[in-house]
């Protein structure tokens, strides 16, 4: 009787990882910032520490943000993300150096990777996967 039990009882917990629901999937707007300059910002200056400090409490956790810098052939791409670490936002990012030009992104959470898919009207696309915790990211680029 024991074996049926432990038996049924795994087969219970496959069945529920299966059905397991999906992540929410995002999809954004790249926001065109070939003509947008970054402020420098020195955070050894109190005002703008204080400045930096006041736009992460803006984000929200898990946000993402996609900026397309440059023109063809060399097109960069800046996600932006923010996730809560220790009750407070963390930004984290990467630059994607590619000659397509994207229009739109998807994005989904997988634990705490980021899952962002670029994309555009023409079929064209790239996936990337980032982590980052602390000082800590790592990149992947799927295709």
Not at 45 to 61: E, G, I, S
Not at 68 to 78: D, Q
Not at 99 to 116: C, G, H, P, R
């Amino acid at each position: 009787m024991q074996k049926i039990l432990f038996i049924a009882t795994l087969l219970l917990i496959a069945w529920s990882n299966a059905i397991a629901q999906p992540q929410p999937r995002y999809i954004i707007r790249v926001v065109d910032a070939r003509n947008f300059k970054e402020p420098t910002i020195n955070l050894k200056n109190q005002d703008d520490a204080a400045t930096f400090n006041a736009d992460l409490a803006r984000h929200k956790d898990r946000e993402v943000n996609v900026y397309h810098y440059g023109a063809a052939p060399g097109m960069a791409y800046k996600v932006n993300y923010y996730q809560k670490e220790n009750d407070a936002i963390v930004k984290h990012g990467f630059y994607a150096g590619t000659s397509e030009n994207f229009d739109k992104a998807e994005y989904t959470w997988s634990k705490d990777t980021l899952v962002i898919h670029l994309f555009n009207a023409n079929k064209a696309d790239k996936t990337y996967r980032a982590y980052g915790w602390g000082s800590t990211n790592s990149l992947v680029i799927d295709k």
